[in-house]
């Protein structure tokens, strides 16, 4: 028979003739974890850089030791609130950059898997586009006059529009 969703305490027994063989606990209870099926019904954002990033899964059921598959790219880390209807992915390393529609040239939304063990999952169809990311190839002028205001243009790759910011800073820092 089916367990209902929930922690259980495992206990063996030998079958003897009296209820005395039964396994001896040796430290914390030996435990199983019943997990019933997830839903998935949102996932934001919609699209998504290439490197590592994070993505919020909204649905039902979900649990803590889930994974999350973005095309063949797996979380390395899944948190859940909300009673198990919101839950966060995060992502190292690079995702699997989505394919191009040619007439539309914009990219091919992924489908988002969530796996709270295997055979238990949910998949939302074509929920995330991954991009590439911008990539900075050159500024004009490379030099610029200190203690001068000037215009300078940004030439690079991949980048979309609206932009969201330009930040410059000291070369070998982080202070924009």
Request: glycine content about 10%.
């Amino acid at each position: 028979s089916e367990l209902p969703a929930g922690t259980y305490n495992v206990v063996v027994k030998n079958n003897c003739p009296l209820d005395t063989c039964i396994s001896a606990q040796i430290g914390p209870p030996a435990q199983v974890v019943v997990v019933a099926a997830p839903t998935l019904t949102a996932v934001t954002p919609t699209v998504m850089c290439q490197g590592q990033g994070s993505l919020t899964l909204t649905g039902s059921k979900f649990y803590s030791g889930a994974v999350v598959k973005v095309g063949a790219a797996q979380s390395t880390g899944f948190t859940v609130t909300d009673n198990g209807t919101t839950g966060v992915a995060t992502f190292s390393g690079m995702l699997p950059v989505s394919m191009v529609n040619q007439t539309t040239l914009t990219p091919i939304p992924q489908d988002v898997l969530i796996e709270n063990v295997a055979g238990c999952s949910a998949t939302l169809a074509s929920a995330v586009a991954i991009t590439p990311g911008p990539s900075i190839l050159f500024v004009d002028p490379p030099v610029v006059p200190a203690n001068y205001s000037i215009q300078a243009t940004v030439y690079g790759s991949s980048i979309a529009s609206p932009v969201k910011g330009v930040q410059i800073a000291p070369n070998g820092s982080s202070n924009f």
